[in-house]
């Protein structure tokens, strides 16, 4: 089992900044991607970016050149810095590691953290 911790949410005005947080702990193999996704009210949860130990990250258009997700091996943590805040990007934000092992994969979810871009 993988348990999943984030921290970091809150309300935060346009333009702004916040650092996303998510330590995960227990069996984590080394083949895994850490990211995190979110999910506005009467939307679809949606990738907002990934990043394997290895390769390079992926991020959703709306959110290239404004988040930067990066992450600490060590420490198996991963973080989303999301700067020039919009509105549009208020949601509930969930972190996900896909875990890889023997041709299965193994999904786990935190519970999300709310952002919320307003003046």
């Known amino acids: 089992q993988v348990q999943l911790v984030e921290s970091g949410g809150g309300l935060v005005q346009p333009g702004g900044s916040l650092r996303l947080s998510c330590a995960a702990s227990?069996?984590?193999?080394?083949?895994?991607?850490m990211g995190w996704y979110r999910q506005a009210p009467g939307k679809e949860r949606e990738l907002v970016a990934t990043l394997s130990g290895v390769g390079s990250p992926n991020y959703t258009n709306s959110v290239k050149g404004r988040f930067t997700i990066s992450r600490d091996n060590a420490k198996n943590t991963v973080y989303l810095q999301m700067s020039s805040l919009k509105p549009e990007d208020t949601a509930l934000y969930y972190c996900?590691?896909?875990?890889?092992?023997?041709?299965?994969?193994?999904?786990?979810w935190g519970q999300g953290t709310q952002v919320t871009v307003s003046s």
């Open positions: 996900n590691v896909k875990l890889f092992s023997a041709g299965n994969i193994y999904d786990y």
């Open positions: 227990g069996s984590i193999f080394s083949v895994n991607i």
